[in-house]
């Protein structure tokens, strides 16, 4: 059974935007730290930017001041609005949740961002 589902992703340009959505099942939306990662050809998994269980944010050094991550509690969707995309931002990005019992993740979206 599918947990988390996300949409969004694309290219885009340097210096533009995109918009990532990611939906959860709610008993893992509510309980959960919910977040987002990307992953570069050759590269690990990490982080870019979570809620933690306790509503505060993390934001990747990187990611600072250009990517807001943001959530609807009403319709168990988190977000991240990404503006001023470099072309190092470019990866698979996967809409995370980490939960005392366990891990989810989406089924990622590829964002390319070109020079």
């Known amino acids: 059974q599918v947990q988390l589902v996300e949409s969004g992703g694309g290219s885009v340009q340097a210096g533009g935007s995109l918009k990532l959505s990611c939906t959860a099942a709610e008993h893992i939306f509510r309980r959960c730290e919910m977040g987002w990662y990307r992953q570069a050809p050759q590269k690990d998994r990490e982080l870019v930017s979570k809620?933690?269980?306790?509503?505060?944010?993390t934001y990747k050094d990187s990611v600072k001041g250009r990517f807001t991550i943001s959530r609807d509690n009403d319709k168990n969707m988190l977000y991240l609005q990404m503006s001023s995309l470099k072309t190092e931002d470019t990866a698979l990005y996967y809409c995370?949740?980490?939960?005392?019992?366990?891990?989810?993740w989406s089924q990622g979206t590829q964002v390319t961002v070109s020079s």
């Open positions: 809620f933690s269980t306790d509503g505060t944010t």
């Open positions: 995370g949740a980490l939960c005392a019992w366990g891990g989810y």
